[in-house]
């Protein structure tokens, strides 16, 4: 950012006044090099040129200057060498930013026993020991070995050079350090930086600082800092000096903090305490610093829109509290944020990355701001054309938020400075006269989904040197002007997707200065697609109507091609076998086109691959063995095509980072392998709608990612880097399936589906109960196969399974009644099998359509009309008096008679033999 640059320049220009003032003035770097006569010191050479032959690289021959030969026999000329002119002693080494790289620092420098100044900075000496004779090197007042990757214990003999004026030991692989007890000796010392340096058990750094009272500029930037002890925090000999202060990144919390910071309130100019744990309000101790002009408190967790302490910071001029919780209106927070002071000392203010709500005020009052950045918050209504006024703004940034209305020439006006400019995802429209000359050239440009069409925005062909043009879903339907092409030779960054761009490439030739992002995709562009765009680094065509083959990428500039997605086009023919020189791809995506043909084996020499699709096109044969040499592969969909053959067992031998493998809808035959089960990161296994028999393996507990519950990320992101011209990019993966009877892309939660599907072959065997281990299942579909056996009654363990389909097999016996337990159970489909009983009854279960059911014909229960009988759940006593009840009409009348018989002649002969046989 621009208020980030400013700084560093203020801090750079303070540190060459602190060089000045640690060479004594002895040093005129101009005149070394004329009047300097032969004056080296030998035993001085000899040590520089032990340090010479230290050096492992020095492509840039840096160093050429140095050597034994008779020109160049005086040291003191040598370049990054400083002599004093009174001894000719050397008291000055600086080889920094060299690109030089070393395996150790020779003792024999020790020998420079006058140097006053060194600077290593970026040298790289792979990890090794800190030298322990600096500590010896008693003259040093200047010490600079940032970034030097030096390794191994932290070197605390520096507390030995009591001279020491500036210290830079930032961004090393020191061990953990102790404490900072070396520190307080360096009574001289005006510079420090640790950044990056590891002080979680320095408890005593507050204390160490306070001890050294010439301290202006502190940084312990990422040093995962212990929060000051209190005790500490009242010592008595406070340092006054301290101007700049960074400690961002260190998890430092509000309270302990600025009760540390609140002793320096008189002297701070700068204070960073970005990317910490700072909760609550912003604290009122910040008013109290009267000569702040720098804050920084971004990526931090404070909240509240009334900051009040600010009113007091008259010198202010950068304020940076973007990505915290701020909320309110923002006319009332700029209100209290600068009511009077302020308003002409304000260069940069950057609000983004918050709550706050309301329209844009009027910041007219801010004379001076040159940054305004106010995006992703929740600004509603329209951008007042009094914006156009403030004519010293050079970046404006109101990107992502609920802005509307319409902007015109006026919101312009007088921004002749402005060369950053986000607009975009708002639901703004630009009514710009087709022949207005903007005041300004602007150097990057976002307006994605501000409505500009149908035609091309004229105004554009008067910017001339944008390096990054973002008008994707502007309503664009027109062709490409003729003039459109020759802006963008300098364009780092360019996308017009999701408009309705018209026409060819045809006859247009164009050389790109560097290796652009070309974005494109959705539009109707068609023709074949030229060679010139091969030289970008991140290419994007999908979704229009180029036709023709893909020969383009056999064109030498695509050497530098990291990313491609060709995917819905028109494109036909075979895969070339100049994919060999592509070295730096990354991503190739050409599905649903008309590529025929086998698979080359070219294919195996792309090693850097991470993601390959090639999906609904006409390839047929086997997948070439030579993919196994591709072993960055996580995504392989080469699904609906013609391909062949066997499974390859190499799949799960030799690419064993795949987190996606989709082989559906081909002809795919003979059984799984048990080598898949070593894809321990699996996490979309889908093989559905092939002629593959044999039984499930039983290995599948291995499948370590499907094992898990959860996934950290909500997306499959792939960073990439070419070397070749050090740019480095990323992208996020997507993948198109069928899901719940639909085919459904997913992309920004793809992270989260974790589906294993074998449907539409030929399985048989049962459903091994280790896929209950499988507890991160989302998804399981092991329908239309041929399936035998009961449902293992631990189906209740896949407690994330939001679809099961296990239809059209011929699985028998009961539902188990775990099943009921799965509340997320979205979908479910179990119908015709051999299922039978009644079925369980839990929510899920009962709300399914009965489609899901049918087709099992012992199946009972609802959501099925058919009544379950009670002997289902009823005991054998019981069953005869179901049946008896059952047919009461027949037996009730035949008992009937016989009990009135036998009952009558009963009663006859107990009545008549009575009377007979008893005299009485």
Same mark, same amino acid.
């Given at each position: 950012m621009q208020g980030h640059g400013r700084c560093l320049k203020l801090f750079l220009a303070f540190a060459l006044l602190l060089l000045q003032y640690a060479q004594g003035g002895e040093v005129d770097h101009s005149q070394r090099n004329t009047n300097a006569t032969r004056r080296c010191i030998e035993k001085?050479?000899?040590?520089?040129?032990?340090?010479?032959?230290?050096?492992?690289?020095?492509?840039?021959?840096?160093?050429?200057? +140095?050597?034994s030969e008779a020109q160049k026999q005086d040291c003191c000329r040598w370049i990054g060498v400083s002599c004093s002119n009174q001894t000719g002693h050397v008291i000055g080494l600086d080889l920094s930013y060299s690109l030089l790289e070393g395996k150790m620092i020779s003792p024999k420098l020790f020998?420079?026993?006058?140097?006053?100044?060194?600077?290593? $900075?970026?040298? =790289?000496?792979?990890?090794?020991?800190?030298?322990?004779?600096?500590?010896?090197?008693?003259? *040093?007042?200047?010490?600079?070995?940032?970034s030097t990757n030096f390794g191994g214990k932290f070197p605390s003999q520096v507390g030995n050079l009591t001279t020491l004026v500036y210290l830079d030991l930032s961004d090393n692989s020191f061990t953990n350090v102790e404490n900072l007890n070396w520190l307080p000796p360096l009574l001289s010392l005006r510079y420090l930086d640790l950044s990056s340096v590891n002080l979680s058990n320095a408890f005593d750094w507050p204390e160490a600082v306070n001890k050294l009272p010439e301290l202006t500029n502190l940084t312990l930037r990422y040093c995962d800092l212990p929060p000051p002890i209190l005790s500490t925090l009242y010592y008595i000999n406070f340092s006054q000096s301290l101007v700049s202060v960074e400690l961002s990144g260190n998890d430092l919390s509000?309270?302990?903090?600025?009760? +540390?910071?609140?002793? @320096?309130?008189?002297?701070?100019? @700068?204070?960073?305490?970005?990317?910490?744990?700072?909760?609550?309000?912003?604290?009122?101790v910040l008013g109290n610093m009267s000569s702040l002009a720098h804050l920084d408190l971004q990526n931090n967790q404070?909240?509240?829109?009334?900051?009040?302490?600010?009113?007091?910071?008259?010198? *202010?001029? $950068?304020?940076?509290?973007?990505?915290?919780?701020?909320?309110?209106?923002?006319?009332?927070?700029?209100? /209290?944020?600068?009511p009077t002071c302020a308003q002409n000392s304000l260069e940069q203010l950057y609000l983004s990355g918050n709550n706050l709500a309301g329209s844009v005020p009027d910041l007219t009052n801010l004379s001076s701001l040159e940054d305004l950045e106010l995006g992703f918050n929740q600004l509603s209504g329209g951008i007042s054309e009094s914006i156009g006024l403030m004519s010293k703004l050079q970046y404006i940034d109101f990107g992502m938020n609920s802005l509307e209305g319409v902007i015109s020439e006026t919101h312009f006006s007088k921004l002749s400075k402005l060369q950053y400019l986000d607009l975009s995802s708002n639901s703004l429209v630009l009514d710009i006269h087709a022949d207005w000359i903007p005041p300004f050239q602007l150097g990057e440009i976002y307006l994605r989904s501000c409505k500009m069409g149908p035609d091309f925005p004229k105004w554009l062909q008067t910017q001339k040197e944008f390096?990054?043009?973002?008008?994707?879903?502007?309503?664009?339907?027109?062709?490409?002007?003729? +003039?459109?092409?020759?802006?963008?030779?300098? !364009? $780092?960054?360019?996308?017009?997707?999701?408009?309705?761009?018209?026409?060819?490439?045809?006859?247009?030739?164009?050389?790109?200065?560097?290796?652009?992002?070309?974005?494109?995709?959705?539009?109707?562009?068609?023709?074949?697609?030229?060679?010139?765009?091969?030289?970008?680094?991140?290419?994007?065509?999908? @979704?229009?109507?180029?036709?023709?083959?893909?020969?383009?990428?056999?064109?030498?500039?695509?050497?530098?091609?990291?990313?491609?997605?060709?995917?819905?086009?028109?494109?036909?023919?075979?895969?070339?076998?100049?994919?060999?020189?592509?070295?730096?791809?990354?991503?190739?995506?050409?599905?649903?086109?008309?590529?025929?043909?086998? %698979?080359?084996?070219? #294919?195996?020499?792309?090693?850097?691959?991470? $993601?390959?699709?090639?999906?609904?096109?006409?390839? !047929?044969?086997?997948?070439?063995?030579?993919?196994?040499?591709?072993?960055?592969?996580?995504?392989?969909?080469?699904?609906?095509?013609?391909?062949?053959?066997?499974?390859?067992?190499?799949?799960?031998?030799?690419?064993?980072?795949?987190?996606i493998l989709m082989l559906s809808s081909n002809h795919f035959n003979g059984s799984l392998p048990s080598q898949l089960c070593h894809l321990t990161h699996i996490q979309i296994l889908d093989f559905s709608m092939n002629i593959i028999s044999g039984s499930i393996p039983k290995c599948l507990t291995n499948l370590t990612t499907l094992a898990q519950k959860g996934n950290p990320s909500l997306n499959i992101s792939h960073d990439y880097e070419n070397s070749n011209i050090n740019y480095a990019d990323f992208y996020y993966d997507d993948a198109t399936f069928m899901w719940k009877g639909e085919m459904q892309t997913y992309k920004s939660t793809l992270g989260l589906v974790k589906r294993i599907d074998l449907s539409s072959n030929k399985l048989?065997?049962?459903? &091994?109960?280790?896929?209950?281990?499988?507890?991160?299942?989302?998804?399981?579909?092991?329908?239309?196969?041929?399936? %035998?056996?009961?449902?293992? &009654?631990?189906?209740?363990?896949?407690?994330?399974?939001?679809?099961?389909?296990?239809?059209?097999?011929? #699985?028998?016996?009961?539902?188990?009644?775990?099943?009921?337990?799965?509340?997320?159970l979205g979908f479910l489909d179990l119908s015709y099998n051999n299922l039978s009983g009644k079925i369980p009854v839990g929510t899920q279960l009962q709300s399914f359509d009965p489609s899901f059911y049918v087709g099992n014909l012992q199946l009972?229960?609802?959501? *099925?009309?058919?009544?379950?009988?009670?002997? !289902?759940?009823?005991? &054998?006593?019981?069953?005869?008096?179901? #049946? @008896?009840?059952?047919?009461? =009409?027949?037996? %009730?009348?035949?008992?009937?008679? %016989?009990?009135?018989? #036998?009952?009558?002649?009963?009663?006859?002969?107990? !009545?008549?033999?009575?009377? /007979?046989?008893?005299?009485?």
């Open positions: 001085e050479r000899q040590a520089l040129l032990a340090f010479k032959r230290g050096l492992l690289v020095d492509e840039d021959h840096y160093l050429s200057s +140095w050597g020998e420079l026993q006058h140097l006053q100044h060194l600077d290593l $900075t970026e040298i =790289d000496f792979n990890g090794s020991q800190f030298p322990n004779f600096f500590g010896s090197l008693t003259n *040093l007042r200047y010490l600079a070995l940032s509000t309270s302990s903090i600025f009760l +540390w910071l609140s002793n @320096y309130n008189a002297s701070l100019v @700068y204070l960073g305490l970005a990317d910490n744990l700072l909760t609550g309000s912003i604290p009122d404070l909240e509240g829109g009334d900051p009040h302490s600010f009113a007091r910071l008259c010198s *202010l001029q $950068t304020l940076f509290l973007l990505n915290n919780d701020l909320s309110g209106q923002l006319s009332k927070f700029v209100q /209290i944020l600068f390096s990054s043009l973002d008008i994707s879903d502007a309503g664009i339907s027109d062709i490409f002007p003729s +003039w459109f092409w020759s802006l963008c030779r300098n !364009v $780092t960054i360019m996308n017009l997707t999701s408009n309705q761009i018209r026409g060819t490439f045809a006859n247009l030739t164009l050389e790109f200065s560097d290796f652009p992002t070309l974005l494109l995709s959705s539009n109707k562009l068609g023709g074949p697609i030229p060679s010139f765009l091969s030289k970008a680094l991140h290419l994007d065509l999908s @979704y229009n109507k180029h036709s023709g083959s893909i020969s383009f990428l056999c064109s030498s500039a695509a050497i530098n091609l990291g990313f491609l997605d060709l995917s819905s086009n028109n494109v036909s023919g075979h895969v070339p076998d100049c994919l060999t020189h592509l070295e730096n791809l990354v991503m190739l995506d050409l599905s649903n086109n008309a590529l025929s043909g086998k %698979i080359p084996t070219a #294919i195996g020499s792309v090693f850097r691959i991470e $993601t390959l699709k090639l999906r609904s096109n006409r390839f !047929v044969g086997q997948l070439p063995s030579s993919l196994k040499n591709c072993t960055s592969l996580v995504v392989i969909d080469v699904g609906d095509n013609k391909l062949s053959g066997p499974i390859p067992e190499w799949l799960g031998v030799s690419l064993k980072k795949l987190v048989i065997g049962e459903i &091994p109960s280790e896929i209950t281990h499988l507890v991160g299942l989302v998804s399981l579909n092991l329908s239309r196969n041929q399936l %035998i056996g009961q449902i293992t &009654p631990e189906i209740g363990n896949l407690q994330l399974l939001d679809s099961l389909n296990l239809s059209r097999n011929h #699985i028998d016996g009961r539902i188990p009644t775990s099943l009921a337990r799965i509340d997320r009972c229960g609802p959501p *099925l009309k058919k009544m379950c009988a009670d002997e !289902v759940e009823k005991g &054998p006593s019981e069953q005869t008096d179901f #049946i @008896y009840q059952e047919d009461k =009409d027949e037996l %009730i009348t035949l008992g009937f008679y %016989i009990s009135t018989g #036998i009952g009558f002649a009963v009663g006859f002969w107990g !009545v008549c033999g009575t009377l /007979i046989f008893s005299r009485s």
